[in-house]
């Protein structure tokens, strides 16, 4: 059974940071490319970044320069840390895993307050 299990989200203020991670178990974690997407009310759910099994990462225009990927086989977890916040980057934060078939996780709010 695969599971994707984010936590770290909450509420910050503008500028603040944050440390999302994603455990992640019944998959073979060292293949997957491991994401972070976000969905904000009433909009689609987008790419925030992603990084591959051989540590290449991309980020969304909207976030380079503020937030970093990060993974760590050994113990099958991907961070996503968020620095100097916007309140546009409140959303619901999905931890994703991807090889040939493609797994979500519940979802972590981040809301990020003016």
């Known amino acids: 059974q695969v599971q994707l299990v984010e936590s770290g989200g909450g509420l910050v203020q503008a500028g603040g940071s944050l440390r999302l991670s994603c455990a992640a178990s019944?998959?073979?974690?060292?293949?997957?490319?491991m994401g972070w997407y976000r969905q904000a009310p009433g909009k689609q759910r987008e790419l925030v970044a992603r990084?591959?099994?051989?540590?290449?990462?991309e980020y969304a225009d909207s976030v380079k320069g503020r937030f970093t990927i990060s993974r760590d086989n050994a113990k099958k977890t991907v961070s996503l840390q968020m620095n100097s916040l916007k309140p546009e980057d409140t959303a619901v934060y999905y931890c994703?895993?991807?090889?040939?078939?493609?797994?979500w996780g519940q979802g972590t709010q981040v809301t990020v307050s003016s």
């Open positions: 994703n895993a991807d090889y040939i078939l493609t797994f």
């Open positions: 019944g998959i073979i974690f060292s293949i997957n490319t």
């Open positions: 990084i591959t099994s051989g540590g290449n990462t």
